[in-house]
């Protein structure tokens, strides 16, 4: 280490040749919000010098820029199904060298474990992880998830280097009651950085939530939003996600005085979209919209690292890290190469980095149920009169209709006329044998059954299809593959991704992902389903905080009332 | 604690009364840079919201503007003679309520002990002072002081939570040479802030010292070298103390793309100065001279917070700490009350707060010299030509001459026609005997001589004079009162103050000082000086870094050479 310094200082006094020198390429310097040429000296990882130099190599990057690596102020890695290994081999070629990440999902799922795991399967790889602890497992009271973490169990993890603090405090309505459980981690975090998430709060509400020491926010959908939180001291973390894109709506809102407080986040980042880019298109999108290229790179980089209070890191300046991306230009750019710690770890869109993969034995075994029968599956008509999930195009929203319900030998049946369907989510942690009954309208499934152990965000089973056979054999599967999402129809499996990793995520590469989760939509697809990712929208059904009607292990929630609610009126 | 932030998010939520709401005023927001109407809510010290509130108590300030506390972003408390008490009482009446101190010059006395008794004298008073840990003590190698600090002395203050970091690294030939002490103590130091000093440096080794981990730098001179220092990587803290005036040279390098990568500072600002005012001078005449009042509020506020990473500081926004300033106007305006943790601790330019001051015993006794008599200070003539000291008109840097001396006796006297007089440096911290003798050109005294313990950096006994009698007297007199400034003539002391604690600053308040000072200025120029601050010039007199020729306890010191020569030639 002291050896390292000294040979730095030598080498950025131009006494020693720097280990690799960057030549005629355009900085882009956060700092002095300047673009300009100069030579960039990298010794043991880091940047030495910006200036003239010789270097053991030097590579000639005329007419390209350099910027600083993308720092990812919020991600939750789960989304993408991949471990972090594969994430970071994924993201890097984008130019994303650093993520500061949530792992709420996993959580969920195996608790602390769940945490370690992450904090162990993404040490030493070529992308830094940071993680903000999960600040909301479980979600909800309403529902049976696999741990339940408190002030107490959070508090220990932040002795490690790379936990920043306490992640999206989902439960405003808690900060705001002061419920006792939340103002504990509210207190034992308050000297580190504390994430929002408070979509719509305004007013004296905001006041409260940002005054209990929570400093940033990523559910601003308007520019209004934005400003109001600003004004009110969060840093807002623009997000632009698979489902949430929220960029161009909030970029009317950040001006050359308070650009410094926002930063670009992809919060949740399906395979699909990873495979086609990272923080590089949120930049892109904001230079086309027309934000100043260089606040862009800065929203990207050197704010996140500001924020969060990240020790060299976010810019390309004497004694950073030397994370850099190069791009051939600055407005529709593409990712040319990426350094990290001064080795090139992406070129020409690919990684070329070496990624082990950690071993991930202790997230495995996560379905945790008894055997499931037919007779489980079985729902007994109460009445002839139901409450009914019914979707909304493209929303995650649904609204809670009552209706007739199909009934036969005594038995609710699915009905593809009205597109009504059985929904079912099984309890997976705990083998409670918990199991909430529900009915579905809009799927537009006509045959088969889907099964998916994504189902946020608990993450137990959920389950959707015609006939109890086929529902029984895609939910048998999940519990054979150790979880996953599986599509079946007529006594077959027809698609299917094992997510082994604690039912969240798989063990192989983005393009393994990928291409299986185009033969599931395929095959859903086949089965009639005409929304585009329905399993995507089948994960947001048990989730007890997105009105109007959510189905969770323990049964109907009416999320407005906050309560169980009956299947039967 | 908990029960703080449960009735803080009631009182946000308008549920509760507030402590204290401002009312009527306008707000600095230095996220948004917006200037706006709102109501201020305060509550157990901390901001509880913005908006429209009720409270216990309600102060109008129709027509004023609030802005945050300010923050000196580096200063030396021993300049201001006082102890952190008697400075707070001071500083807070100008709207300083925090500031970011270096102990240098106490450290440079009492080590440890000196930075102990810094951080005793200073806690829980109503101003906040955080502290950098002296990196140069002892300056250097070529004179005696009562410490030296190694990397493995100041780690341990680190535990401590006001302190931030490494001080000051202005042995920055230290630096690039790659000096062992200097690459242990920035390598200890490389997870925290480490404070710069490196007037005029450029080019390659501007890079190898701001890549060795040193993120700021207070010596700029020019607007160039404030965006160089930037565009590497430095926050440039903008200095006008009271020597060193650099803002209005600084500020064109300011802009709105780089303006958080600012600061302002006062470094040294003698009781005098402190008198008239603190950190609201800097913002007022940056203001005056053209800047952006909600930069220039930025810069002595959350800029400086954010590069020193103090939490919940710098801003009046929710969830912060409640210390702001009133002013009348945004221009040229008067601070009219200042509240440091929602508590009115000012007004109208008086210090309403409880101050309470430390015991200082440990700082005491710090003149450790064996009993002095005339024979020690008679100075022999080897030659009768010698080396001369000569002052340049309002700089501390000098000239070397070398010239006639008058020799009567054996002995070197001084001589008021050529204006030549004796000058000796008394090491007095560790019994050494250690005597320097010089001769100074340009002081202007005709009769009497001056005495004091304020000699940077090391701070041992310098005198000047015309009789060896007087000499002796203000010599035994400053051993006497344990540390001062003294002026003798003809066998009477004219005038003092005593400096008991470590030589170097009074217990007694500012009013004091300024008084004795005046005393002091009034009885030198009685003697014939006509520059202004004799004392002020003495005490650079012994720094062995401004060039040219210099007097340690160890004798003449060639600064360019940075090595001992002989008075005599």
Known sequence: MKSELKHRITVARGLQKADLVLKGGSLVNVFSGEIYRTDIAISGGKIAGLGKYDGSKVIDLSSKFILPGFIDSHVHIESSMLTPAEFARAALPYGTTAVIADPHEIANVLGKAGIRYMLSASEGLPLDFYFM????????????????????????????????GLAEMMNYPG???????VLRKLNAFSHTMIDGHAPGLSGNDLSAYAGAGISSDHECTTADEARRKVRHGMTVFVREGSAAKDLEALLPAVTQANARFFTLATDDFQPGDLKRGSIDQLVKKAVRLGLDPIIAVQMA?????????????????????????????????TVEKVFKFGKLVAEGGKCIAS?????????????????????????????????????????????????????QGGHVLSDTEKDVLKLLVIERHQFTGNRGFGLIKGLGLKA??????????????????????????????????????????????????????????????????????????????????????????????????????????????DVKQFKLVDLFV
């Open 133 to 164: 602890l999960p600040s909301c497992v479980p979600t909800t009271s309403l529902e049976t998830s696999g741990a339940h973490l408190t002030a107490a169990d959070l508090l220990p993890f932040l002795k490690q280097r790379r936990v920043l």
């Open 175 to 181: 900060v705001l009651l002061g419920k006792p459980d």
């Open 301 to 333: 980089t050197i704010n996140t690292a500001q924020h969060f209070g990240l020790q060299h890191k976010g810019a390309v300046l004497p004694g950073y890290d030397a994370d850099m991306v190069v791009v051939d230009d600055l407005k529709n750019f």
């Open 355 to 407: 990624v082990k993969s950690k071993d991930h034995e202790q997230t495995r075994g996560t379905i945790r149920t008894g055997p499931i029968k037919i007779k489980d599956i079985l729902l007994k008509a109460k009445t002839n009169r139901a409450r009914v999930i019914e979707l909304i195009p493209n929303q995650i929203e649904t609204k809670c209709s009552t209706m007739p319900v199909t009934v």
């Open 448 to 557: 088969g059954a889907l099964a998916a152990t994504v189902a946020h965000d608990s993450h137990n089973i959920i389950t959707a299809g015609i006939t109890d056979e086929d529902i029984l054999l895609a939910v048998s599967r999940v519990q054979k593959i150790q979880g996953g999402l599986v599509v079946a129809n007529n006594g077959k499996v027809m698609a299917e991704i094992p997510l082994p990793i604690a039912g969240l995520m798989s063990d192989k590469s983005l393009a393994f992902v990928v291409k299986r989760l185009a033969e599931i939509d395929a095959a859903v697809k086949r089965l009639g389903v005409t929304i585009v990712h329905p399993f995507g929208i089948l994960s947001f059904m048990a989730l007890p905080v997105i009105p109007e009607l959510k189905l969770t292990d323990r049964g109907l929630v």
